[in-house]
């Protein structure tokens, strides 16, 4: 019988769990399987609190459709049935910039103008910044293929307009990141890849909408779910991280388990866990934040914990307040707002959740969620809870005249806990992924590496558990 432990019971690590119980009950693997979590809860940054009507997440209110392996997953696990994607009647989205709201137009993809007459007539943009925009047109593509910056390349293709009311809070905001610092291969290497084939980012996109325009309709994914860009689970997202364990019976989760330390033992891996217990492992995937995972590392492996080391996290806080429906004055008719940084506001975007999914609040209530901090202005997040909340309504108000006390304000932190991928950030991967070929049964998972969503977090977390069957099997 082959022991395998992963340490760090997050999505990757809960995928990784799964996907190893597939292979216990599918091929009768002869796999004794451990997940060590050390807090007193598992789901990582996925949790839900319920109360009064309401469904807020302390983490992550959804995930990406596009990547399939976050559906896919839900329906391996029975959930399809609870996925339901944004609400069709509020779709937009706006940009507060000069003082108001103004909406985004349609016919941008990501950041690249795909319609004309939307994006000409558009009050988001000055004149001067829509003709820098359409010089992408003309633009030679760049020599070489070494990673940049995000903000380097939006600047280079687009103009700075483009990365300030758009790149910057929009692209830049899914990963909390300075977009001066930011990698375009390890956030959207779609972009370098397109210039490298069209040249332009505009000619690409229209070549895209074209191909699928003679195809006569856009892919289907791999399994039925919402046509929606962005899907949760009606109950909340936790319900994937309940479903996750009920149905792996062959996997032992354990929680309050901290690791003091993980050694070589001969050829197997001794796990020394706080408290004088101890246990060994054949296998070890540590689908830990590469922060902690470095401490943990750095007396029997390193070289690798050196490395990991070098990949850097900052720190954001949600702020999650709610509103009677008969006393709040703003209709929130859209999914929300993001604020590039030259407005003056400390909030990066917020949501306006009781209208972009269905379910989150009582008929009678709002709600809505803040979001400060990341690689442009984390000392933000390290404010207390009442200073937060006063700073948030005042942006509020600023933002969206409201004037209305919540019924309830939440502060949610993530103290440096968000990764950063910064320029070079594939590279470091890859010599990482070297040095642990030095370190057999040893592996790594979860989103320090590549891909901080839901959906890369499940397809990291089992393509680890994959190649800890075909080491274990070999």
């Not at 972009?191 to 195809?215: C, D, H, N, P």
Request: hydrophobic share 40%; glycine share 10%.
């Amino acid at each position: 019988m082959k022991k395998i432990a992963i340490v760090g019971g997050g999505v990757a690590g809960l995928a990784a769990a799964h996907r190893l119980q597939e292979e216990i009950q599918n091929n009768n693997a002869p796999f004794d399987c451990v997940l060590l979590e050390a807090g007193d809860r598992f789901g990582g940054k996925i949790a839900t609190e319920r109360f009064d009507g309401f469904i807020v997440e302390r983490g992550p209110d959804s995930f990406i459709s596009q990547k399939p392996w976050g559906v896919e997953l839900c329906h391996k696990l029975g959930l399809g049935d609870q996925l339901i994607g944004t609400q069709k009647e509020h779709s937009q989205t706006f940009v507060y910039t000069g003082g108001k709201m103004v909406p985004m137009p349609e016919g941008l993809s990501l950041m690249v103008p795909t319609q004309f007459l939307p994006f000409v007539f558009s009050p988001l943009f000055s004149w001067p910044g829509k003709i820098r925009m359409g010089l992408d047109l003309f633009i030679p593509r760049r020599a070489g293929n070494g990673d940049e910056s995000l903000a380097s390349f939006v600047r280079r293709r687009l103009g700075r307009e483009a990365l300030v009311k758009m790149a910057e809070p929009m692209l830049a905001g899914i990963y909390s990141a300075n977009p001066e610092t930011m990698s375009l291969h390890s956030t959207f290497p779609m972009f370098a890849q397109t210039e490298a084939k069209y040249r332009s980012l505009i000619l690409g996109m229209l070549a895209r909408k074209r191909q699928v325009m003679l195809a006569g309709k856009a892919p289907k994914p791999v399994k039925p779910g919402p046509d929606s860009l962005f899907v949760t689970l009606r109950d909340g997202l936790d319900s994937l991280v309940n479903a996750a364990i009920e149905k792996s019976p062959d996997v032992t989760f354990r929680k309050g388990q901290k690791l003091a330390g993980i050694f070589r033992d001969g050829d197997q891996w001794k796990l020394s866990i706080e408290g004088d217990e101890s246990l060994t492992a054949d296998a070890v995937i540590v689908a830990l934040p590469a922060n902690t995972a470095s401490g943990l590392l750095q007396p029997c492996v390193p070289d690798v914990a050196k490395r990991l080391e070098e990949i850097p996290y900052v720190s954001t806080a949600a702020v999650t307040l709610a509103y009677a429906q008969k006393e709040f004055s703003h209709p929130l008719r859209g999914f929300g707002f993001v604020v590039p940084r030259d407005e003056g506001l400390r909030i990066t975007a917020c949501t306006w959740t009781s209208s972009k999914y269905a379910g989150r609040a009582p008929d009678d209530h709002v709600l809505m969620r803040c979001y400060v901090g990341g690689g442009a202005g984390e000392e933000t997040a390290h404010l207390d809870e009442n200073e937060l909340e006063r700073i948030v309504r005042q942006d509020l108000l600023k933002s969206m005249n409201v004037r209305e006390t919540p019924a309830f304000c939440k502060v949610y932190y993530n103290r440096k806990g968000n990764v950063q991928y910064q320029v070079g950030h594939s590279a470091l991967v890859d010599s990482i992924d070297a040095a642990l070929q030095s370190h057999p049964g040893l592996f790594l998972a979860g989103s320090a590496y590549r891909g901080i969503g839901i959906p890369d977090c499940i397809l990291n977390g089992t393509r680890t558990a994959e190649s800890v069957i075909q080491y274990l099997t070999k």
